[in-house]
């Protein structure tokens, strides 16, 4: 059985709801003693952003910005993809507590053995 848990968000602004419940699947996720990595992918990379995410709270959850710190605090990992941070003009100074630019072959590793994903 596997003690990973992969959760990829490519959504942002443009899709709050989805950025919001990747970041609740990946708190439960850390929470169950899942070694767990977010990836942030597409618009999604726009959420390492400090700052970016500060005013995003949907109806029913907590607000975004705490999701993503709480679940950094509990030891999940946030990596983020370098192409996308590239495209998107991200500057890579001004990144969340957590966060760490990569390339898509940390993903690739991470999964590799087998572990769950799930994207949003």
């Known amino acids: 059985m596997s003690t990973k848990f992969n959760v990829i968000i490519n959504n942002a602004k443009n899709d709050t ?3 919001t419940v990747g970041f609740v699947i990946a708190n439960a996720a850390v929470g169950s003693d899942q070694e767990t990595m977010v990836f942030l ?3 999604g990379a726009r959420l390492a952003e400090k700052g970016y995410a500060d005013d995003i709270h949907e109806e029913g959850f907590a607000p975004l910005s ?3 710190s709480n679940f950094v605090k509990a030891g999940g990992t946030i990596y983020v993809c370098a192409p996308c941070v590239k495209k998107r003009g991200i500057d890579t100074e001004n990144l969340v507590e ?3 630019v990569v390339g898509g072959a940390k993903l690739v590793e991470f999964l590799a053995g087998g572990t769950p994903s799930v994207s949003y």
């Open 17 to 19: 709801d989805k950025a």
């Open 66 to 68: 705490e999701l993503m």
């Open 98 to 100: 957590g966060a760490t």
């Open 41 to 43: 992918s597409t618009e």
